[in-house]
Nanobody
Framework: QVQLVESGGGLVQAGGSLRLSCAAS?????????????MGWFRQAPGKEREFVSA????????YYADSVKGRFTISRDNAKNTMYLQMNSLKPEDTAIYYC????????????????WGQGTQVTVSS
């Protein structure tokens, strides 16, 4: 199973920016490597269910965003480095959550069930 490690979280004031990284190692089912997997970001705020944030296709040509982050967040990936990124700008207090990266090969991009491998999460806190 592919291993995923998030980094880059922290405390930032409203209006600020953070860039999250997700480093992948190992292989997914059927020996699939990072460059062949769809990748996604999800987040879970205190007392709320985990929700979709953004996703990117294996080659990076297709990206998907939740309406709440569209225009503020940008997802990208560097397959040569086995790393995915989430650039978060104009952060709001409601973006406060634990952010998880995920990898999958289902061909779908926005549901938790579409991803089979998950990282441990990184905390993002946005103060007002």
């Amino acid at each position: 199973q592919v291993q995923l490690v998030e980094s880059g979280g922290g405390l930032v004031q409203a209006g600020g920016s953070l860039r999250l990284s997700c480093a992948a190692s190992g292989r997914a089912g059927f020996g699939r490597t990072f460059s062949t997997l769809a990748m996604g970001w999800f987040r879970q705020a205190p007392g709320k269910e985990r929700e979709f944030v953004s996703a990117i296709s294996w080659g990076g040509a297709n990206t998907y965003y939740a309406d709440s982050v569209k225009g503020r967040f940008t997802i990208s990936r560097d397959n040569a480095k086995n790393t995915m990124y989430l650039q978060m700008n104009s952060l709001k207090p409601e973006d406060t959550a634990i952010y998880y990266c995920a990898a999958g090969s289902s061909g779908r991009y926005t549901g938790q069930a579409d991803f089979g491998s998950w990282g441990q999460g990184t905390q993002v806190t946005v103060s007002s």
